[in-house]
């Protein structure tokens, strides 16, 4: 696609449930991040795919947080047992490679809001 | 953990006058790079500056990096409204994996 799509936009769920993010990389990007933005603050990384291996899941919050990468392309974030310090901005970006002179192309985000 | 620590945290100023913000960090990097967000939502990448370079242009942005005060400036001259947005600086950590942000710098700029 033109860049990276994530869905949902928006995510209202009840405290307790289990919610399932969705990132649609930039075709042939092979590398994937996944961040966290709460409300005016910065962006805190989560985990880091190169294909479909996670060498990098230092920023995972707590084992109710998981993601895997499927053929190298889309990636799905998936809270479970939701809590309401999870309401946040959920960022995907992906960039061509794990070189890091390359740039990072983000998608808009999902606006998580746990209540 | 953080790798990027702007400030200010809050710049307000009027069109037409320059804006700077500065970026510590705190580990050796391979590069550092700025990023804009507009509305708390995706990043847009600005430019990047390499370990061995000083100083880099880029229309009416002029970014410096200092390697042995691991810090980094982002000047942008000249300013309008449409510049209004939250600036980030990233670098990549010790593992070459993580992108790792700062907390941003949050600009104002009145007509």
């Known amino acids: 696609g033109a860049g990276v799509s994530q869905s949902p936009s928006n995510k209202v769920t009840e405290k307790g449930k289990d919610v399932e993010l969705r990132c649609d990389p930039i075709?042939?990007?092979?590398?994937l991040y996944w961040y966290r933005q709460s409300l005016g603050q910065g962006l805190e990384f989560l985990i880091y795919?190169?294909?479909?291996?996670?060498?990098?899941k230092s920023g995972l919050p707590s084992d109710r947080f998981s993601a895997e990468r499927t053929g190298g392309s889309v990636s799905t974030l998936t809270i479970q047992r939701t809590q309401q310090e999870d309401s946040a901005v959920y960022l995907c970006?992906?960039?061509?490679?794990?070189?890091?002179?390359?740039?990072?192309?983000f998608g808009q985000g999902t606006r998580l809001t746990v209540v | 953990s953080q790798q990027g620590e702007e400030d200010p945290q809050a710049l307000s100023i009027q069109e037409g006058e320059n804006a700077t913000m500065n970026c510590s960090y705190k580990?050796?990097?391979?590069?550092l790079q700025w990023y804009r967000q507009n509305s708390g939502r995706g990043l847009v990448h600005l430019i990047l500056?390499?370990?061995?370079?000083r100083e880099k242009h880029s229309g009416r942005l002029r970014v410096t990096l200092d390697t042995s005060k691991k810090s980094s400036s982002l000047l942008i001259t000249a300013s309008r409204a449409a510049d209004t947005a939250s600036y980030f600086c990233?670098?990549?950590?010790?593992?070459?994996?993580?992108?790792?942000f700062g907390k941003g710098t949050s600009l104002l700029v009145t007509p």
């Open positions: 970006a992906s960039r061509t490679g794990a070189q890091p002179e390359r740039r990072a192309f």
């Open positions: 075709s042939g990007h092979t590398a």
């Open positions: 795919f190169q294909g479909n291996s996670a060498p990098d």
């Open positions: 580990t050796s990097i391979n590069n």
């Open positions: 500056i390499r370990s061995n370079e």
């Open positions: 990233a670098s990549n950590s010790n593992s070459g994996y993580a992108l790792n």
